[in-house]
Structures are given as structure tokens and as C-alpha cells.
């Protein structure tokens, strides 16, 4: 099973959050202090319509009272003061968590890609597994910064709002409540296929990363054939497959925002047909009419965020999927680490005992290998193109391991060979070379500066 293929599994938003805070401990860093932060943001933006009201009802409606407006315009500054400057705290230090949790993320699931053996290299297209350590990465970081905070601040305010609403008037509530509650059910079904949507998006992102990176990184091949038309329309339909699913996941989430927009529009008409009603039979004063409008704009305006956070959040999350898969798959040729041995100073000698090999899903390869190369000598192993000499050399440089048998180092199973010590005395020089971007003398140099 490729990875890209486990992306179709299905795994609930939550158990990706789930794992993807378990791997980023560092998101938790401080989040009591910036929670308490919110807190007093959210707080402080509600308590604007209540100073609003007490000045309406106590300082202006039944005489004009200027001590209470005064008062009342001053406490709102205060108020306005220290919440921007909570706000600014909050932010910042939720940005500064989550750069450095991703920064994290990205360099763990670099280091897990060069840990994976060639075989997985190969059995998955590269591009693809490029773009989860990069596009992928960036779609999370873009989440958590922008919507991941956004959302967590909205939700609070909703809450705090319905609290103060209904302190007002039971029945206004009402009134908002019963008009978003379709919008928040129907929103609840698109989430749903959003998900699956951008699944798509993403997996098709890697395949034009993959399909873009080839046809940059084999340009000279694709010109000496005269393959270039072939390539084009390859690079094409991946580009045209990309765009459709993005399209797809588009559509969906437009019509969430409708929905919200159309619930927004019926919750405040409500309240003004209901509020100047109950205004009339005296329940409801001025004051408290004009508040509770500024209050359900409060409330309209985080369903209407956090409905297009949700969004985005569907697209971070099938990437953050994508990461976690890279991170999840156990690299097949392990490193024995601190357990392992150093290989013996001085020359060595190969065994190959019983080795057998086969690539995956291939027939064998290697069939029953026993041979002993002394220290000291020099070996060429001849044979005709396919008959497994490359092979032969990255089980010896333990590039891969064996389907069976073992290749042992002067007695010591290659297995059991910390990394180190295996590459710095035992290395294949590959018969298709690559060029880093650098001088040629520090490419000759570059495994040793
Ligand atoms: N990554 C791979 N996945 C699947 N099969 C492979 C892979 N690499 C090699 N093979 C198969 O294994 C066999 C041995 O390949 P190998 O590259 O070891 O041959 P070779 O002797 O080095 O050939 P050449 O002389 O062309 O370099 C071939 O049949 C080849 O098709
Ligand atoms: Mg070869």
C-alpha cells in the first residue's frame, strides 16, 4: 500500500488532531497563559455593548445625565485598551508556538525521509514525497497561524456572547438561535465532503509536484528523446486534475458561506421585528435593544469566520494527514543506533551467507548467495545488464536489507553496524552519478568537506 493510496482511508478530523499534537508537543507551550489571554479579548469585546446600554438607559434615556456618559465613555477605553492589547499578546505568542512546532514537524519529516530505505524512495513517486515535506507543511502552518487561533478566538466569543445575549432577553436569543441552528446542521454535512475534497486536493498537489519536478529534473533525457510534447501533456493533465479537485472543494465550501450568510441576514431581522415588539410592550428598553444588535453582529460575525476557518482547516488537515503518514511508516533498514557495533579497524572481509533477494512485488533477484571476499583483494563482479550487480552492491552497503540470509562485515552482520561506522568505511559509488548544487571540487569533496 502507498501512502498516497492510505490517504483514502478514512480518519476523523479529531484523530488526526489527536496525532498530530502527540508529534508537536510543543503546540501545548504556554497555552494556559494565551488561553487567559482570549479570555479577557473575548470578554473585553462583549462588555462594549453592555457599557453601550448602561450609557443609553443611565445616562441619556430619562435625562440627560453627562457624569454616566462620561463615565461610561471612559470605562469603554479602558476596556478597548487592554483588549487590543490582549489581542496583540494572544496572537503573537500563538504564532511564535506554531512557527516552531512546524519548523519541527518539517525537519523531523526530513530527517524520516532519508531514514526511509531506497526501496520506499522508489515505490513512491519522489515529487510526492516532496511536497509533504513542503507544500503539504506549508498548508498546516498557514492553519494553525491564521485559522487555527481565529477559531479557537471565535468559538469563545460566540460563547461569551450567548451568555450576555441571554442575560438581555431570553426570546431575542432564541430568535438567533433557532435561525442558525439549519445553517449549522447543513454546514456540519458539507465539512464532511470537504474533507474528502481536499484529500484529493492534496494528493493531487503532490502528483503535479512529482510530475513538475521530473520534467525539470529530466530535461536533458526528455530533449534527447523528443519526448517534450509527451511530457507537456502528462504535466498537463496533472496541472487540469489538480485544478478540478481544488474547484471541487471550492464549490463546497461557497455554499457552507451562503448558507451562513442567508442564516446571518434571518437572525438579524428577527430580532429587530421581535425586539421593537417587545420594546413596545415596555420588556425590553433602548438601551438594551440597541446592545443586543451590537451583540448579534458579535455573534454573526465568528459563524461567519469560522465557517471559512473550517474550510481551510479541511485542506490542513488532509495535509497534516499526509505528514503523519510520512512520519508513521517504520523505516525498513534501521539504524541499531547506541546498541549497535563498530566494524573492526583495519581491512575487511565480506560473507554473503544464503543471502536471497527480491524487490517488492518482483521476482527473486538474488538466489542463494555464498561467497567470501578476503581483506585485502580486489573483485569484479561481471554480469550482464538485469543480472543484479547494483543489487549485489547495496545489500553489501546495506543500502537494503536481504529477503534472507545475511551479509557480514569481518564476522559482524551488517545489521548490526551502527550507521556511522558502516558509511564512513564501506561505500558504493553509484553508476548514475548526481551533481549537488555547488563547484565540482566541492561536489568531489562533498561527503567528506
Ligand atoms: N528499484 C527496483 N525495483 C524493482 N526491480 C528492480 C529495481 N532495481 C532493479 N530491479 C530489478 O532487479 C534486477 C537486477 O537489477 P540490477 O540493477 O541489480 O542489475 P545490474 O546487474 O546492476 O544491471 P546493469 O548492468 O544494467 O547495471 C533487474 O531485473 C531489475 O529489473
Ligand atoms: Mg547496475
Request: aromatic share 6%.
Amino acid at each position: 500500500m502507498t501512502n498516497d493510496e492510505r490517504d483514502a482511508r478514512t480518519e476523523t478530523t479529531w484523530q488526526t488532531l489527536r496525532r498530530g499534537l502527540a508529534l508537536s508537543p510543543e503546540l501545548r507551550t504556554g497555552l494556559a497563559a494565551t488561553l487567559g489571554l482570549a479570555l479577557v479579548y473575548m470578554v473585553g469585546r462583549v462588555a462594549v455593548p453592555v457599557a453601550v446600554q448602561q450609557g443609553i438607559d443611565r445616562g441619556i434615556v430619562g435625562g440627560l445625565n453627562l457624569d454616566v456618559v462620561w463615565s461610561v465613555v471612559a470605562v469603554t477605553a479602558a476596556i478597548l485598551v487592554v483588549t487590543t492589547a490582549c489581542g496583540y499578546l494572544m496572537m503573537r505568542r500563538l504564532f511564535t508556538v506554531s512557527e516552531t512546532a512546524l519548523a519541527n514537524v518539517r525537519t523531523r519529516a526530513f530527517r524520516h525521509v532519508h531514514d526511509l530505505s531506497m526501496l520506499h524512495q522508489q515505490s513512491e513517486r519522489r515529487g510526492s514525497l516532496v511536497s509533504r515535506v513542503t507544500s503539504d507543511v506549508d498548508q498546516i502552518t498557514q492553519f494553525l497561524q491564521w485559522g487555527g487561533v481565529i477559531l479557537l478566538v471565535n468559538l469563545g466569543q460566540l460563547v461569551v456572547t450567548t451568555a450576555v445575549m441571554l442575560a438581555y432577553s431570553w426570546q431575542l436569543t432564541l430568535v438567533v438561535l433557532v435561525a442558525f441552528l439549519p445553517a449549522v446542521l447543513v454546514i456540519r454535512q458539507l465539512q464532511r465532503r470537504l474533507g474528502a475534497a481536499y484529500a484529493t486536493v492534496r494528493q493531487r498537489t503532490g502528483t503535479l509536484l512529482g510530475a513538475v519536478g521530473e520534467s525539470v529534473v529530466g530535461a536533458p533525457v526528455i530533449r534527447a528523446y523528443g519526448i517534450a510534447g509527451r511530457t507537456a501533456r502528462r504535466l498537463d493533465d496533472a496541472i487540469d486534475n489538480q485544478r478540478l479537485a481544488q474547484q471541487r472543494a471550492i464549490r463546497i465550501s461557497i455554499v457552507g458561506s451562503s448558507v451562513g450568510e442567508l442564516a446571518a441576514g434571518l437572525a438579524l431581522a428577527g430580532v429587530v421585528v421581535l425586539g421593537v415588539t417587545l420594546g413596545v410592550d415596555g420588556t425590553l428598553s433602548i438601551g438594551q435593544l440597541t446592545a443586543f444588535l451590537f451583540l448579534v453582529t458579535l455573534f454573526i460575525q465568528p459563524v461567519q469566520i469560522a465557517t471559512e476557518v473550517l474550510n481551510e482547516a479541511q485542506n490542513a488537515i488532509a495535509g497534516w494527514r499526509r505528514v503523519l503518514d510520512v512520519l508513521d511508516v517504520a523505516p525498513d533498514v534501521a539504524d541499531p543506533g547506541e546498541q549497535g557495533r563498530d566494524l573492526p579497524a583495519g581491512p575487511l572481509d565480506i560473507r554473503f551467507a544464503g543471502v536471497r533477494f527480491a524487490y517488492p512485488g518482483g521476482p527473486p533477484v538474488l538466489h542463494d548467495i555464498d561467497l567470501e571476499i578476503p581483506a585485502k583483494s580486489r573483485v569484479a563482479v561481471v554480469g550482464e545488464t538485469g543480472s543484479g550487480k547494483t543489487t549485489f552492491a547495496k545489500l553489501l552497503t546495506r543500502l537494503m536489507d536481504p529477503s534472507a540470509g545475511a551479509v557480514l562485515l569481518s564476522g559482524v552482520p551488517l545489521a548490526q553496524v551502527r550507521f556511522d561506522s558502516l558509511r564512513s568505511r564501506v561505500v558504493m559509488v553509484p553508476q548514475d552519478g548526481f551533481l549537488f548544487d555547488a563547484t565540482v571540487g566541492d561536489n568531489v569533496r562533498f561527503a567528506r568537506p
